[in-house]
């Protein structure tokens, strides 16, 4: 319960993360008393050691050049440089280093993003299944939260959906590809409908809609899938994107968001979005990311062993009996639970020391969703309790 | 210019800033272009080497000692054990480790702390000479900005003007001692007595006004002054902390809120702290940061020194004819300038290699803010110059 004077907005967000709260909260009471060989099934976390080429970056990021080491720092031009880099080999396209803002994650950079854009009254749109704090995010910067489903079959993109759901206050909609949780990753034909009808209302209501182009799953793509940026399809487009998932640190907070070169209003919008970063509190990374991220932009997790864990926990899954699809991207599996709640078969899973977050905290009830960035150990534990808290229910 | 279409807290907060935003800018491009023998008193900023027992420290924490070392962190137990025997050792008062939350410096946490506070309609008190982000960060957290002098002879808080500026809308009023820019420390008299207004204004208006207690400059106190935190005065205290002062490192960012134990619905505003921490961006210290924090913890700049430095540079201001104050805590004085326009006289000893921050910008007007973290070099240097820009007025 929050405090009776809360602000309205913050009562709002609140509520919208009630499900997401409580399982956080469940989850660490989970870890409190997990037995020696639990299976952390739940959230993008690491279950094994770090990267070696990261804690060598950051132990020689620590040693410092001069005075100005660790110093206030603000979207510094050599880490500019470095994503700049990054972006056109994503994108093939020419982002102005002004354009660039280095944040704490990508959680930090909506924060910024949604800081800037919304007002109160503005309604922003995301997609479901869909990352569990967008809603809460969306009304504590003010505005409303609309939520539009996905295809419930193929998971892509329902463009007339959308379109019912654009008023005259949308400000802007949410697309996360590869998506978390369903891993779908939208083919340039879904970008291009989407592109042409945010165009269109976008005319119609006279002001701007801008793509929010959450990209952090962008480089866990599998079977040598392409990924294009939503951000290549449509002008007004702000990518985000953080290094927690390709690095699978996701405690050391660092990523970034960048204004597409062809956005309306350009030079304005980089005001709006530097002005915002100040006032969110110096909502910039830190000196320590900053001076590292050279090093670590090109270092990611073992993309191959995260497939062949995918491989393995979708057959085993299916072995068992549970009806499961094949991601092309994103950390995540999503097994339809053999009873309709979710919560309390993640309970049942949770007794026996398996891990897992319901689905209907993302949109996606009578389903869990579990990560592959669970060890081998962990997947070859867990699968004979998935097959029998199966037969319990059936 | 913003663009047209960003929200109108983010208009009116941008208008807030704009002459801390200019002098940004414009401190920028002096560094761009600055002599190989520039004299930088604008910021806070460290001008030597980082302390070492802060590259130590921070060297052990890189190294992992678990797959969990880099994975998401919340407010940790160990970092949180370590805050609260700061504050026992500070305060003489036990708070509770669940009620002190690990952010991203000060700043961090009072965005968190306003984003918890504030909603629209909502008036916040600050007292000027100020910081220059106050009038900002309310004005973007969604309430109203009011700003009270504080005396401007003594600097102290001026009791009859704050009760004047109290209204029903009141929620908060941030105190920052040692002040920042004046270094005044408020006596417990002073306290005293603005616990007794907020609390007669609080039953008069019938809900509780916060006060948020900036104690970044708390460490920082010249002569062996004494430092009581404003937080053993009224119970519906917030305390803010950040580490970037005394470890003169404030680009790694690491601070804290610590939510008075004597605090009217105590475990509700937890819930509303710890909600807006996730709904702000993940707003957590990084792990590396809280690995680091027990070590560092301990450590502090050289305070001799810094009261050498300030000496100096005090007579030999007052020995060129600048009128000048000693301060008692924080790192800066505020000569008066020679003519009346601060801006145009900061530009005047810029275009000289000597770099400081114009009393307009923080409610001083025909002041300069000038920062003793300067180097010995650059006091010795800037003082001749600041002699004949003096003459050259006069």
Redesign the interface.
């Known amino acids: 319960?929050?405090?009776?004077?809360?602000?309205?907005?913050?009562v709002r967000?609140?509520n919208g993360?009630l499900p997401s709260?409580r399982f956080l909260a469940q989850y660490d009471s989970w870890l409190a008393q997990a037995p020696e060989d639990y299976c952390d099934l739940a959230?993008g976390?690491?279950?094994?050691?770090?990267l070696a080429g990261?804690?060598d970056a950051?132990?020689k990021a620590?040693?410092?050049k001069?005075?100005?080491?660790?110093?206030?720092?603000k979207n510094e031009p050599y880490s500019r440089d470095v994503i700049q880099a990054d972006l056109r080999n994503v994108t093939g396209r020419h982002f102005d280093p002004e354009d660039i803002f280095l944040?704490?994650?990508a959680?930090?950079?909506?924060?910024?993003t949604l800081?800037?854009?919304?007002?109160?009254g503005?309604e922003v749109i995301y997609i479901s299944p869909h990352w569990f704090?967008y809603e809460?995010?969306i009304l504590?910067s003010?505005g409303t939260a609309v939520c539009v489903k996905a295809n419930p079959e193929s998971f892509n993109l329902d463009i007339d959906a959308i379109e019912r759901a654009i008023t005259m206050q949308t400000?802007a909609i949410i697309v996360n590809s590869p998506n978390n949780p369903t891993g779908r990753i939208y083919t340039p034909e879904q970008m291009k409908a989407l592109s042409a009808l945010l165009q269109a209302s976008s005319r119609k209501f006279g002001?701007?809609i801008h793509l929010i182009s959450d990209e952090a799953y962008r480089t866990i793509i599998y079977d040598g899938g392409e990924f294009e940026s939503p951000s290549n399809f449509y002008a007004n487009s702000i990518v985000i994107y953080t290094y927690g998932k390709t690095l699978?640190?996701?405690?050391?907070?660092i990523g970034y968001i960048a204004l597409s070169p062809e956005m309306d209003?350009l030079?304005?919008?980089r005001?709006?979005i530097s002005?915002?970063q100040?006032?969110?509190?110096?909502?910039v990374s830190?000196?320590?990311?900053q001076h590292s991220l050279g090093a670590i932009q090109s270092l990611s997790l073992d993309l191959h062993h995260l497939q062949e864990k995918r491989d393995r926990f979708v057959a085993g899954l299916r072995d068992c009996g549970y009806k499961t699809h094949t991601p092309e991207g994103a950390f995540y599996l999503t097994p339809k639970t053999p009873m309709a709640d979710d919560v309390a078969f993640a309970e049942r899973l949770a007794t026996r020391g398996v891990f897992c977050l319901p689905g209907s905290v993302v949109g996606m009830p009578g389903h869990l969703r579990v990560s592959v960035t669970a060890s081998d150990e962990m997947i070859e534990r867990a699968l004979p309790i998935f097959a029998e808290e199966n037969n319990r229910c059936c």
Chains 1, 2 share one sequence.
């Open positions: 319960m929050l405090a009776a004077n809360a602000p309205a907005r913050l967000a609140h993360i709260a959230l976390n690491p279950q094994s050691m770090p990261f804690v950051l132990t620590v040693t410092p001069d005075k100005n080491w660790f110093a206030y720092k944040t704490n994650g959680t930090g950079a909506l924060m910024v800081n800037s854009l919304v007002g109160a503005d704090f809460g995010m504590n003010g400000r002001r701007p699978l640190t996701p405690g050391q907070r209003e030079a304005a919008m005001e709006v002005t915002s100040m006032l969110c509190g110096w909502a830190s000196a320590l990311m």
